[in-house]
């Protein structure tokens, strides 16, 4: 298991999350293909998903808190969703998804360019056509400015300046069980974190 679960059991905004939700949020704990910080992004995800109402009262409250954070109209509006959202499963880290989300980080970082769209203008549709006889859905969020890929993550799930909340949807999407992200320099933005998550066929 990762470390961050051992540091988490002693922190005092960890202490209401029982041991076996803590090993069930840490299901990248074990592969080899996401480095420490990707691992922890999907860590806090999983927590999220699994109880979102404790999620906002522990960890998401703490994390404001401590990034200073302005509990505006969309904060608290995404506080009162997450105490509204029911629970749901944990996601799987994927390889291929995580190949995915890594050549797209890439691209994008070399390139300096930024969206779905490949630097070679290959819309997202046609991205994922080679993932398509593993995958019966694919969907993919991606965030800038981040050199740490929690911060990426709580960034997507605030969604500012997103009217739709798009990003925040893929993340709470009950239906998805996979996931791969990747985080990678940019040659404009610093970093780039690409989430791509999936349901196999």
């Known amino acids: ?86 629970k749901m499963n944990p996601l799987l880290p994927d390889k291929q998804l995580s190949d995915f989300a890594k050549a797209h980080a890439i691209d994008m970082g070399q390139s300096g360019r930024t969206g779905h769209n490949s630097s070679k203008g ?23 400015g981040n050199e740490d890929a929690v911060d990426a993550f709580i960034d997507l799930l605030i969604d500012r300046n997103v009217p739709n909340f798009g990003h925040r949807k893929n993340i709470l999407d009950p239906e998805m069980k996979l996931v791969g992200v990747a985080l990678e320099p940019h040659e404009r933005w610093r970093f780039n974190y690409v989430q791509d998550f999936g349901i196999a066929k």
């Open 1 to 86: 298991m990762l470390s961050l679960n051992l540091h988490a059991q002693d922190n005092d905004i960890f202490k209401l999350w029982p041991d076996s939700t803590l090993a069930k949020a840490n299901s990248a704990s074990h592969v080899d293909f996401l480095s420490e910080t990707e691992k922890e992004s999907i860590f806090y995800m999983n927590l999220l998903r699994i109880n979102p109402r404790l999620f906002t009262e522990t960890y998401f409250a703490d994390y404001i808190k401590s990034k200073d954070i302005k509990k505006d109209k969309l904060v608290k509006d995404l506080i009162k969703e997450l105490e509204e959202t029911p």
């Open 122 to 144: 290959k819309p997202f549709r046609d991205r994922i056509s080679d993932l398509e006889h593993h995958f019966m859905a694919i969907n993919e969020n991606c965030n800038y």
